[in-house]
């Protein structure tokens, strides 16, 4: 943990971020014990002290958890599922044109079950197919995304879902045709 409170002065702990703020009153500060951080496996390790390690919060996760409290982190552990991301998230082409993102299906707990993706189209201008529909995590799968008739300046988005083991997951990426995608500068003050 590290954090400034506008003053030059840099708080390293959990407890003195605590006594200054009254945040945080469950936080912990603890190698999280994920399986393979690095691989975007972020499920947590049988011996990670994140385990049963969380808070009840009423309407979120009370009564969705695997063990004697839910675990601290995305996934619960004890239960098999896969996570859904895109590259590139968001794009633009122009119209007519055609687009390209790589699906990656990852695993959470240890899931090795198929995953069956669906693209729906938000448009009657955009054809959408995806290459394999069914990927085994992890996987990939190509999402490609063919403009016929857009108006310049169309924004959609594109939500993919991935079914399997009794479980849902969508993930939206989106599309600027005849457009341009600018990102405004991020300035950061002390």
Same mark, same amino acid.
């Given at each position: 943990m590290y954090w400034a409170n506008g003053t030059g002065e840099h708080i390293h702990d959990l407890s003195t971020f605590r006594l200054l703020t009254g945040q945080e009153p469950h936080g912990v500060s603890v190698v999280p014990g994920f399986v393979d951080g690095a691989a975007g496996d972020y499920s947590l390790r049988p011996d990670s002290p994140?385990?049963?390690a969380g808070v009840?919060?009423?309407g979120i996760n009370d009564g969705d958890y695997a063990g004697g409290a839910p675990d601290i982190g995305a996934f619960e552990?004890?239960? &098999?599922? $896969?996570?859904?991301?895109a590259e590139p998230s968001s794009q633009a082409i122009d119209c007519g044109a055609v687009a390209h993102y790589l699906v990656e299906?990852?695993?959470?707990g240890g899931s090795a079950s198929p995953v069956w993706l669906e693209a729906a189209s938000p448009s009657s201008e955009l054809s959408i197919s995806t290459d394999p529909l069914v990927v085994t995590p992890p996987?990939?799968?190509d999402l490609t995304v063919t403009d016929t008739a857009s108006l310049p300046g169309t924004w959609h988005?594109?939500?993919?879902?991935g079914t399997g083991s009794g479980l849902? &997951?969508? $993930?939206?990426?989106?599309?600027l045709v005849g457009g341009?995608?600018?990102?405004?500068?991020?300035i950061l003050k002390e």
């Open positions: 994140l385990i049963d009840v919060i009423p552990s004890g239960r &098999e599922g $896969f996570s859904l991301y299906v990852r695993s959470s996987g990939r799968a988005t594109i939500h993919i879902t849902s &997951e969508t $993930f939206g990426v989106g599309l341009t995608v600018f990102h405004l500068p991020t």
